[in-house]
């Protein structure tokens, strides 16, 4: 079966120009998290989606941050004018509501 | 959530078990202790968690105190495929985003 699939797995930009990376849940699994992971450092929460509610956004450091999802299915993370502050892998994961996260490998964001 | 506390890495050889330990003197009663690991260039993956009782699954064991103020993380027979960080976390099933609180996890190195 297929786990939690992110897209690109690696982004090289240009500081002050804008990336969306994408996340492509596990079917079934209303719950949706975005976490940032500095290089040798813990996962730090972005965002939560379940199902219809609107989602968590407590963790998103700054405005240039936004992400969406549609439905139960698809989510992309924006960063708008990204600085270097920003270079991070940039984590995905589903699950069923209380359930264990199942993560995917991750989108590595370098920004020049 | 309430924080944990690890060491930040740890050595054993090959085939032999592996104790990983793990204080949260601040847990709550509703705090459930989970943990994940996560291998080089991958995203985290569950291996366990506990409420009060000792848990076994086809990954690890994890034993709790009868204070509930720490925890130990058994691998019974480590392999090099068990090199990864390891990660304790406390979460409330009760909080509505369900969102994980990381810290820095202990680094595992396996020697052959």
């Known amino acids: ?112 | 959530d309430a924080k944990t506390t690890q060491p930040n890495s740890m050595e054993s050889n090959e085939e032999e078990p592996v104790h990983l330990p793990c204080n949260h003197s601040t847990i709550s009663g509703t705090d459930y202790i989970h943990w994940y690991r996560q291998l080089p260039s991958q995203g985290p993956e569950y291996v366990i968690h506990g409420l009060t009782s000792n848990v076994n699954n086809r990954m690890a064991s994890l034993a709790i105190a009868e204070d509930r103020k720490s925890s130990t993380l058994i691998l019974h027979r480590a392999t090099l495929r068990d090199a990864a960080v390891y990660y304790c976390i406390l979460r409330d099933p009760m909080d509505s985003n369900y969102q994980l609180i990381w810290g820095a996890g202990t680094k595992l190195i396996i020697k052959p």
């Open chain 1, 1 to 112: 079966g297929a786990g939690v699939s992110q897209s690109p797995s690696n982004k090289v930009t240009e500081k002050g120009k804008d990336v969306e990376l994408r996340c492509d849940p596990i079917s079934g699994h209303t719950a949706l998290y975005w976490y940032r992971q500095r290089l040798g450092q813990g996962l730090e929460f972005l965002i939560y989606f379940q199902g219809n509610s609107a989602p968590d956004k407590s963790g998103l450091p700054s405005d240039r941050f936004s992400a969406e999802r549609t439905g139960e299915s698809v989510s992309t993370l924006t960063i708008q004018r990204t600085q270097q502050e920003d270079s991070a892998v940039y984590l995905c994961a589903s699950s069923l509501v209380g359930n264990e996260q199942f993560f995917g490998p991750g989108t590595r964001l370098t920004v020049l």
